[in-house]
């Protein structure tokens, strides 16, 4: 068990739809990192927060958004679905340094029908 | 930008035997280069991890190789056993804090 819990599991939604994933990373982590994971893109980096800040960003589509609140879980928003954004989403967590290693969750499995 | 190219896609090795998944990147700045092995269902989980300053390294059955010169380094998994078999990726890490991460190798364990 890696200590970053993800939920929900599963989501199945239609297309037009907005979604909301979340994650609490490990107790001490500072630092959330949002994947995405299909079988053609393998694993994409999309955003990373920071305690609350906004510190990289990746390959994220405009109808997607992140935040990472006060006590350290984040939410990865998702609208106006498409068929495309099926795949599992992951997050994970470190304390953040340039050496640290990521520890990630099980991931969601958003599926759109 | 950052890739990571990983080979090969699929890796099929007798139990017992020995298997060596193979990386190359492309960012001279990368300094740090995290194993994972994810398994049906489940998240990727790190295994292994090597700092640029640092050669080898090695954990029980599971070692590690990087040559910074040539910009590749290697996963190697002794004495196979079934239970390893699942997806590994290797990841790189330069500037900034992302990872970046290879396409996968599924390696099958044959008992």
């Known amino acids: 068990d890696s200590g970053v819990t993800q939920t929900p599991k599963h989501l199945i939604t239609a297309t037009g739809q907005r979604v909301t994933l979340r994650c609490s990373p490990r107790s001490g982590d500072l630092s959330v990192y949002w994947y995405q994971q299909s079988l053609d893109q393998g694993l994409q980096f999309l955003i990373q927060y920071y305690n609350g800040e906004e510190r990289a960003k990746g390959n994220i589509l405009e109808r997607f958004s992140a935040q990472q609140f006060p006590d350290l879980h984040s939410e990865l928003n998702l609208s106006s679905l498409e068929l495309g954004d099926s795949a599992l989403y992951f997050c994970a967590s470190s304390v953040y340094s340039s050496s640290s290693p990521l520890h990630f969750g099980n991931g969601t499995r958003l599926t759109v029908t | 930008g950052e890739n990571v190219e990983q080979h090969p896609s699929t890796l099929s090795v007798q139990e017992g035997d020995s298997a060596v998944i193979k990386c190359t990147y492309s960012?001279?700045?990368?300094?740090?280069f995290p194993w994972y092995k994810q398994e049906l269902g489940k998240g990727p989980q790190l295994i292994i991890d090597i700092r640029s300053n640092v050669g080898e390294k090695k954990d029980q059955r599971i070692a590690v190789t990087l040559n910074k010169t040539a910009k590749h380094f290697s996963l190697h998994i002794t004495e196979t056993q079934p239970e390893d078999s699942a997806v590994y990726f290797c990841a790189t890490r330069g500037d900034g804090n992302k990872l970046v991460f290879g396409a996968g190798t599924i390696l099958r364990v044959k008992s």
């Open positions: 960012d001279s700045a990368s300094n740090y």
